[in-house]
């Protein structure tokens, strides 16, 4: 086994999970939400609406580590502001995007 491998696992710290913006955004009526995990944990992405009501949970449950993709349709709601908040078992990442009908 080689050594610097057991150094990276040790390294993938939590906190180097990744929450990427949006694409396309401004969107309509689908986006596409992408995000990194260096390490196993529950997951869960969920759609808000300007006002902070959950209106939507995208992924609820134990992730692998890796490159996650995932859709989002908002063609039933209104135009505005929302917000995608990644929650894991190690940090909490927000981010904007705006639906345009």
């Given at each position: 086994?080689?050594?610097?491998?057991?150094?990276?696992?040790?390294?993938?710290?939590?906190?180097?999970?990744?929450?990427?913006?949006?694409?396309?955004?401004?969107?309509?009526?689908?986006?596409?939400?992408?995000?990194?995990?260096?390490?196993?944990?529950?997951?869960?992405?969920?759609i808000?609406?300007?006002?902070?009501?959950?209106?939507?949970?995208?992924?609820?449950?134990?992730?692998?580590?890796?490159?996650?993709?995932?859709?989002?349709?908002?063609?039933?709601?209104?135009?505005?502001?929302?917000?995608?908040?990644?929650?894991?078992?190690?940090?909490?990442?927000?981010?904007?995007?705006?639906?345009?009908k």
């Open positions: 086994s080689s050594s610097s491998t057991n150094l990276e696992s040790e390294n993938a710290s939590p906190s180097r999970i990744t929450l990427h913006q949006n694409y396309p955004n401004p969107f309509n009526p689908t986006t596409k939400i992408q995000y990194e995990l260096p390490i196993s944990t529950e997951v869960n992405l969920s808000y609406n300007g006002i902070g009501h959950k209106i939507s949970e995208l992924v609820n449950g134990e992730q692998r580590a890796g490159f996650h993709s995932v859709n989002y349709d908002a063609q039933n709601n209104p135009s505005g502001i929302y917000y995608y908040r990644l929650e894991t078992s190690y940090s909490t990442l927000t981010k904007k995007m705006v639906f345009i």
